[in-house]
């Protein structure tokens, strides 16, 4: 008679309840790898939404099922990711590959087995740890198969739904490439060597394994699988890894978003018009992009039906809502409180979303790049069209503003650069994408573009708008019918891009800043400012840029 959710190490799969027997090769395995003591231990392979809700409701204090039906979770201290604490192991084929420095902090192997056996020693204290299987990335070509081994059954919902779900029969005999650790409501030991923090988020590319201490942020386990994606698709396969979001037109065309937070990268593929392939991680191989997640990672801060209607309805059971606030009477989620964070999100799966190509793949090749960006000072124009050298600098240069008043001292608009829109995941150095980024485009003849969906007429601080909507969708839409590639262009000051003269259903006075400023600062003055501060951000990849690419940059 089953009393409960587990009965004699009893596990939960997609089909039911299976006979204990069935999972001795995950058991062995973990025994066999990381020691884990199976005797001692029950081990909850590949459970179901619903056996993990019930799990998390019962050991986990402060989970709840919202009003929509979603589960609610904390993660404790950390409500985001810890980019000062990530590291890689050093040994001989990472040092050939990995860029070193701020973003990837070296490891000694030493210090890997130390934390690694750490985690492990704390997985062996809990009653029950959770194994999740699947995939990163849907072409099955490059795919890698991903094992998760955590402690909360918050994490393991929410991996289950950010990886690509295996159907019942490839969980069989599933072999990981990749197995993750997540020990994170254990803390790192500061005073072992190279340690700064009580979290330590560790990589080892060679033993194929991460280990996650210190922090309960289930953010760390996806972004961990994006730089590993961003290391083996590059190097084992000559395969793109690109922080973006896809979408395909009717005719098959594919459009790739290049953007960082705020720029308009979720909203903007979001396009009903057209199919979503995926909202945040992509490759681009020899035949076509592929999504690599098999779920949906989104802000909830002020989330409305009216404003991402896809994303309001796509929360609902087998969604897992993190560090919201909800009434405690009624359940209803409160998405204006920030009380616990601003970075308040909900994961779920990619179906979830109506307008989603199953599977998230497409064999045509992406006929625009669009990066994104939203300058602050209104001196950008709303649509450039790049060439390769131009797109290369921008590419690596991953510009946008933060608006003032959103952190204390900040006054006016202030420039941030994230190399390749996703400087925290590179394993590598910036140029080697953004080499396989130009080599891509011009093979396959693809038009790029640097799309500001920022303020227009001035900058946010001096009598400036931001570029409405309306404008900004008519302007994709020509970008996508063809058309505004065939208008007439003209050179836009200092920055040297080429500016359409005309786009179908926006105003010709929007589309140039020098045209249509009527702020209060000198134009010529704003200009110049940001220029400059482009070409010093860039100074750290001269050593690795062409002639033609550093030339591409503003000129002041």
Known sequence: MVTGPYVNKTNLH???????????????????????DYDRVAIVANPSVAGLYEDALVYEGGSAITANGALSAYS??????????????????????VWWGPVNKPMTPEVWRINRERAVDYLNTRQRIYVVDGFAGWDERYRINVRVVCARAYHALFMRNMLIRPKPEQLVHFHPDYVIYNAGAFPANRFTTGMTSATSVAINLAEKEMVILGTEYAGEMKKGIFTVMFYEMPVKHNVLTLHSSANQGK????????GLSGTGKTTLSADPKRALIGDDEHCWSDTGIFNI?????????????????DIFNAIKFGSILENVVFDPVTRVVDYEDSTLTENTRCAYPIEYIENTKIPCISDNHPSNIILLTCDARGVLPPISKLSTE???FHFISGYTSKMAGTEDGVTEPQA??????????LALHPMRYAKMLA??????NANAWLLNTGWVGAGATTGGKRCPLKYTRAILDAIHSGELAKVEYETYETFNLNVPKTCPNVPDEVLNPAKGWTGTASFKDEVTKLAGLFNENFEKYKSEATD???AAGPKV
């Open 390 to 392: 131009q797109t290369m």
């Open 548 to 550: 033609a690419v550093i």
């Open 251 to 258: 005719d098959g065309d594919v459009s790739v978003f290049f």
């Open 293 to 309: 997640e098999g779920g949906c990672y989104a802000k909830c801060i002020g989330l409305s039906a009216e404003k991402e209607p």
């Open 14 to 36: 997609p089909g039911g309840i299976k006979p204990h027997q069935e999972h001795t090769e995950i058991e062995e395995a973990l025994h066999e790898k990381a020691h884990i």
């Open 439 to 444: 080599e891509k485009i011009e093979h396959h």
């Open 416 to 425: 941030t650069f994230s190399s390749c829109f996703a400087q925290p995941f």
């Open 76 to 97: 404790g201290a950390k409500t985001g990711r810890s980019p000062s604490d990530k590291r890689i192991v050093k040994e001989a084929e990472s040092d050939a590959n």
